[in-house]
């Protein structure tokens, strides 16, 4: 089956603490995203990749690091510099190539107490 | 201006119905336009996209893009209560490496 995996479903930090959150494909797409989505907000994006080893910041990237050092697999940390970093975390990943919709996976749901 | 606005409040439609749904969008230029579903509580899932003026159906959904009024709307015909759901309309951003903006999404109840 091809998709897009997200783990943990759902994460419970302590304040000061960073977190890795877990994003994997196996779509061969070029292109991964991560997203927040807040109680009645639109999706926002936190940084994105579009090839391996590269990645860009999106519109609300402080606070958070990524890394792409394989196609599949695009991680993000939340640094205890994030100062709301409570939210539901989507990644997405999309072929890049000639078509742009995205796909998702079934999201993290972070808590930081 | 927001880049994608989706204004109109919860929509409640009865059992058969049809909801639609109407999404604006501020760069002229913007050529790819998505619907995404999103059930409480899940993540989105996308149902349909459109990239010429005109309607597009499948099955029971149906997009509507109109470039020069710059609105992209989501009809669904037939509703059913597993139609009840937040509905997120994205937009492929002109310059801005292929990424989406999204709507904040109108929240549709389906009534039996």
């Known amino acids: 089956d091809g998709g897009i995996t997200q783990s943990p479903k759902y994460l419970f930090r302590k304040e000061g603490q960073n977190v890795t959150l877990s994003c994997e494909q196996n779509?061969?797409?070029?292109?991964m995203y991560w997203y927040r989505q807040d109680p009645g907000q639109g999706l926002r994006l936190i940084y994105y990749?579009?090839?391996?080893?590269?990645?860009q910041k999106g519109d609300i990237a402080e606070g958070y690091s990524v890394s792409r050092e394989k196609k599949e697999s695009f991680p993000l940390t939340v640094t205890s510099a994030q100062k709301n970093p409570t939210a539901f975390y989507l990644c997405?990943?999309?072929?890049?190539?000639?078509?742009?919709?995205?796909?998702f996976g079934p999201g993290t749901r972070l808590t930081v107490t | 201006q927001k880049e994608v606005e989706q204004n109109s409040g919860p929509l409640s439609v009865p059992e058969g119905a049809i909801a639609s749904l109407n999404c604006t969008y501020s760069?002229?230029?913007?050529?790819?336009f998505f619907w995404y579903r999103q059930y409480s509580g899940k993540s989105p899932e996308l149902i349909m996209f459109?990239?010429?003026?005109g309607d597009k159906e499948d099955g029971r959904f149906t997009a509507q893009l109109n470039k020069a009024s710059q609105y992209v709307s989501l009809l669904i015909r037939d509703s059913q209560p597993s139609d009840s759901a937040t509905y997120l309309c994205?937009?492929?951003?002109?310059?801005?490496?292929?990424?989406?903006?999204f709507g904040k999404g109108n929240q549709v109840v389906v009534i039996p």
């Open positions: 459109i990239y010429s003026n």
């Open positions: 997405a990943s999309s072929s890049g190539r000639q078509t742009y919709e995205q796909y």
């Open positions: 990749s579009q090839i391996v080893n590269d990645f």
């Open positions: 760069d002229r230029g913007s050529q790819s």
């Open positions: 994205a937009v492929r951003r002109i310059y801005g490496n292929n990424r989406l903006a």
């Open positions: 779509l061969n797409h070029d292109a």
